[in-house]
């Protein structure tokens, strides 16, 4: 007997960066982004195999203007609609989320203000938070697949806010699925 050896899909990764939201229903996608104070909130429907990462700056709905994506509430409605637009059901809706740290002092802690407003929406709207990596004071990389709400992620050891705000020049790049990675979930 002949073994054949089928080589599994070619992963892709595409970064999500701060104000910006994806919705994807390619299993080879694998979504990522850096968060410090910031929130994402992964949603995903596993049986219509579709999901999504938002990455939002402030919570609530205080902004008003182009930049809207940048406040919690859009972001989530964005996300959210996405998501029914390409099939999911609301009522098999699921989520993580990620980020709310503390690591610029000077800010005031805007991470915890993130977290509680995204615990809040995700109760609101009826979405079971199945798992969460809220606060603390380091920044994060999370990668998360979208068709199956598998996540990861790595704790960063430096926290400088020069560093954090570098991910907006994020462009996709290979990433080494086995250099210090932490499965969560």
Not at 44 to 54: C, I, K, P, Q
Not at 68 to 94: C, P
Not at 103 to 108: A, T
Request: proline fraction near 5%; glycine fraction near 12%; charge should be neutral.
């Amino acid at each position: 007997m002949t073994s054949i050896a089928v080589s599994a899909p070619q992963e892709r990764t595409m970064h999500v960066v701060q104000g910006e939201y994806r919705v994807i229903r390619d299993p080879r996608i694998v979504l990522s982004t850096i968060l410090g104070s910031c929130v994402a909130t992964c949603i995903w429907d596993d049986v219509a195999g579709v999901g999504g990462m938002n990455h939002f700056l402030l919570p609530g709905d205080e902004g008003a203007g182009p930049d809207q994506v940048k406040y919690g509430v859009n972001a989530m409605e964005l996300l959210i609609n996405g998501l029914l637009k390409e099939g999911a059901a609301r009522s098999r809706l699921q989520g993580k989320l990620f980020g709310g740290a503390h690591v610029v002092q000077s800010l005031g802690d805007i991470g915890a203000k993130n977290a509680a407003f995204a615990l809040r929406f995700l109760a609101l709207e009826r979405i079971p938070c199945v798992g969460q990596s809220l606060g603390g004071d380091r920044a994060r990389r999370v990668r998360f697949w979208p068709t199956t709400g598998r996540a990861s992620q790595l704790l960063l050891e430096s926290t400088q806010a020069s560093e954090l705000l570098a991910e907006r020049q994020l462009q996709p790049a290979p990433v080494d699925p086995s250099a210090g990675k932490v499965e969560l979930f």
